[in-house]
Each structure stands twice: as C-alpha cells, then as structure tokens.
C-alpha cells in the first residue's frame, strides 16, 4: 500500500502568542513558519509525491505553497477530516489560562475521555482522522500504485493521533508523542500493518544541544514537554 508523508504547519502566529487556535480564522504562518514552509521543497526534494492533501486551515496552505510552486504538476486536495481538532469555547485562549481548567487534566492524562465544550471529543477527532488517511491511501494505491508516496499537511493533535493509531496505542497514551512544526512523519501502511518510518523529523538538534530546561509554562514556545510532563494541547511552537 501507499506511503504516507505527514507534515506539520510552519510555526504559526499562534504558537507564538500560546494560543489554542483551533478552527479560529486570521491565523497565520509568523516568519520563522514562513521560512520553514520554503524550505520544505529542499527537505522533500529526492521524494515522488503522487498527491498532496491539505487541512483547510490558512496556515496549512500557506505551509504548501512553496513546495506546489516548486512542483507545478503536483495536484492538490482538501479535506476537513484532517483539520484541526474543533476545541470549541477554548479556541483562540492562551494556554497559559487553560492550564488551571480542570479538563485540561483529562486531556493530559485522559484524552480519551476528553471533549471540548461547543467543540469535539478528542476521539472523534482521531476517529476522523484516521478515517481520512485510510481512505486516501486506498485512493492513491487505486490511482498511483502499491509503491506511491502521498503528502498530508496537518496538525499537531491530529498527526499525533494518527502516529497513535500506526503504533497501535490507546490514545490515552498520545500526548507521549512530540511532532514539532514543519516536522515530517511517515507511516508506510500494508495489508497487515503500518509502519512509522519517520517521526517529527526536522533535521534540527540546536535544542539538544542547548541543553535547556524545558519551559514549565505551558504556552511557552519549546520542542518538548514541560518540565512538569505535561504536552503543548495544539503542538507548540517548537524550537526557538
């Protein structure tokens, strides 16, 4: 079956200000995100996209924008199912203030329990999801062949539910995992199983190297957990 390439947005004026923007409109790519989404026909250069699928979100097209420049032939596809996860009364508020609700500690430790109030349970987003991406690759091996490589350009909560979903974990266990912006994933999907081939991939260390302490603010630009173990709901801003 199919290879799938997932790609986080670029960082976006969001993860900037620690906002949990969710479906909220006007957020964009900041210039670092920017920067990011040009150098992502570099990165993908050697690989054969057969298809490119995009969030609807403005932020993911802006992501895409170079690498269909640089690919005139490449077509292009939109689905709602991989838009982010609709977080409903909390969209568009600093995760700073989130941090004191009480569900943000069942989204933390208990996602699978969790549902946004006005918005979607975390299962259904996952659900969606996993639904879009079996559907495209059936599509792209229909269209393309067993061998073909197709691109998803998501988010955050979403490409760590499905990374969740290739290993066979409970989604409880999905905020383990860390996908920093204009990272790249890739899951090989085969009859029997998937593989993850790549994970969060950014070919970027300067943070290991650092050495720092990870920020105990939640709505702390970083690449990784708080120092109180707790995951960036939405993604985080990543390195800076």
Known sequence: M???????????????????????PGVTLDERGADQAAALPG??????????????????????????AARPGLELHTDDRIGECHYGDWSGR??????????????????SAAAFP????????QARAVDAVRDWDARIEKEHGAGAVFLMCSHGDIIKSLVADALGMH??????????????????????????????DTGDFA??????????????????????GGAVVGGGAGAV
């Open 43 to 68: 990165r993908l250069a050697g690989i054969p996209l057969a298809a490119a699928v995009s969030s609807p979100l403005e932020r993911c097209a802006q992501t895409l924008a170079p690498l269909l």
């Open 94 to 111: 600093k995760l700073s203030e989130l941090s004191e609700e009480p569900l943000m500690r069942i989204v933390q430790q208990h996602p």
């Open 171 to 200: 989604l409880d266990l999905f905020q383990r995992i860390h996908v920093d912006p204009c990272s790249v994933t890739a899951i090989r999907y085969t009859p029997t199983r998937p593989f993850l081939l790549r994970l969060g």
């Open 118 to 125: 006005g918005g979607e349970s975390m299962r259904a987003m």
């Open 207 to 228: 943070a290991f190297e650092r050495r720092e302490t990870p920020a105990a603010d939640p709505a702390a630009p970083q690449d990784g957990p708080g120092a109180d």
């Open 2 to 24: 199919a290879t799938l390439i997932l790609v986080r947005h670029g960082r976006s004026t969001a993860n900037t200000a620690g906002l949990l923007a969710g479906w909220t």
